[in-house]
């Protein structure tokens, strides 16, 4: 489904050349769950965002189902990202003058179902109740959630999930996790950047990167399923 | 999500820089609007101050000689009805006011006390209405027939209550009301009498006969006088025209005064007002990278972006506009009354000016905000969303 093909990207910050990404190949197939995991630095962040569609790489493909994401139009880009992506970052980015249910919806591609979708959603997210509130009023697990329905409510086959639960608390994590491999299990396919074990455990294959470049790529023999509370069953 | 609600959510939220964006446009829309009400008013006065000093133009016939028109010594005259064929005709607009007069130097007037005296006796036609031009309020002398206006120093010599007695050229005394005791300092009139047209015409025997046209020449870009002088010669070749330069320069200078400092003072209000708002906006656009970059991540295309900053623009310049109107209005009629002597009452909104400045200042501030707008569209979002 996904297949990236020798991608480089180099940034240059005051005449010093970096390379974040040196010639990546990988493959996702659907419903995959991999975990990207690295030092610091290792162009982590920058893998995901190029299969986002966020950084034009240097050199090198992105194929979301045999068609190259940059070589789209700028509305195909617009597209592939509202409805086949869903982001999720470390900092929540909510907006603050959004309520909940506001930031979710926002999101959203589809506007026939109403809320029935979103609420359903909210309240196996345990969020219904916050539905109304503004981001300011909410504690960072409940707004990491929000986040997360923020990027499924529209129904994205690929997750992508930059260092999620790197603000969180175990506890919030855990949450946030089972809540991720729910729509895994649900056929999803998730991208997950994370420097924790217990998160890149979740995974059912890692990926390591370091300094630019891809040096394992095996099947995780240590899949879990403990903490899976059905939330998208 | 309606774009419209999220605009207005971050209207709402961001207060203080919203209110300072707005602000700067009340405060642009209320000066421009202020020295626009202003300049007309100041208009409408210098009118009215105007016309107390008199028309600016002389229309009479060709080769009278000039000496002998302004020591009124007596000029060839001209048919009255010239009048009334340049205010019918259709190209003739340089002039208005058009105003026939008869006048000559009457030398043996008998005052009640019985001395003699030279006097000047001038008839005043009714203004002409130029059948296409809009109306105007009249500004030459109108005295009403038979009836007088007499000049300060006759009026001396006329006790309160009686009638003004002339001998006709046939003989005849002919007596009239005396309508206005003219108040000093009206020139030759100071020594003069001015009568009805159509009564002077028959003291004097010279029925349907003036020698002057008094009017007000325009302020025309191809020179007054000239285009006064063309459009008058292309009717009726036998006539010149003439003007008071004095008088016209004055009225033009007062005209375009306020005029002058608007066309200074607008434009530099709003060119500042909206650079400070150019600002204000790209900073609004900076402290919302973190929004415009989840946007982008979600697949908000960069017309969406684009659209929200100047929805938001547009809605402060009309929400400005509609205050500075109301705000200015009330600036230019409180002071108003304090600058204008005689239009101070006749200071009112100019409601089409409503209409013109919620088309306006919106489109003014879209503008203002267009360079911020393009900005947010180029926020790169990986880069804003990835840092930590």
Known sequence: MLEINNITKVYTKGGDKFTALDNVSLKVEKGEFVAVVGPSGSGKSTLLHTIGGLIHPDSGQVLYRGSDVYKMSNQEVNRYRRQYVGFVFQQFHLMPYLTVLENIQIAKVETESK???????????????LKNKYPSELSVGEKQRTAFIRAIISKPEILLADEPTGNLDPENSKILMSLIEDFHQSGGTVLLVSHEVESANYANRKVTLKEGRLITNNISSTLTDNNRSGFFS | MNPFKLVIKELFYRKVSSLVILITVIAASTVSVAIYTLSKASENETRKIMREQGLNLYIFPKGTNLIDFYSVNNTPTFPENYIDTLAESKTFDAVRHLTGILQLKYPNWTDPNGSSHQIVVMGYKD????????????????????TVHVGSLISVNIPEGEKFKITGHNGKQYEFEIAKRLEEGKGMLDQGVAFNLIDLQQILGMEGQINKIEALGCVCHDGRINNARNQVQNIFSDLEVTEISSIADARENQRLMMNK?????????????????????????????YEIG??????KSKTFILFIILLKA??????????????????????????????????KPLWSLLGFSVLIFPVLWMLSSWIPALAATQIDAAKTLGKE
């Not at chain 2, 434009?267 to 150019?278: G, K, Q, R, W």
């Open chain 1, 115 to 129: 809320n029935g979708k979103i609420e359903e959603l909210m309240g196996k997210c345990a969020l219904l109740p």
């Open chain 2, 127 to 146: 203004e002409a209405m130029q059948r296409f031009l809009s109306k105007q309020e009249t500004m030459g002398f109108d005295v009403e027939k038979g």
């Open chain 2, 314 to 347: 547009l809605l402060l310049g009309f929400l400005g506009s509609v205050v500075g109107f109301f705000a200015g209005s009330f600036i230019a009629e409180y002071f108003g009354k304090e600058i204008f002597r005689f239009t101070a009452m006749a200071i």
């Open chain 2, 294 to 299: 989840i946007l982008k991540a979600m697949g």
């Open chain 2, 261 to 289: 400092y608007g066309s200074f003072i607008i434009p530099f209000i709003l060119i500042v007002s909206m650079l400070i708002s150019a600002l204000l906006f790209y900073s609004n656009v900076n402290s919302r990278r």
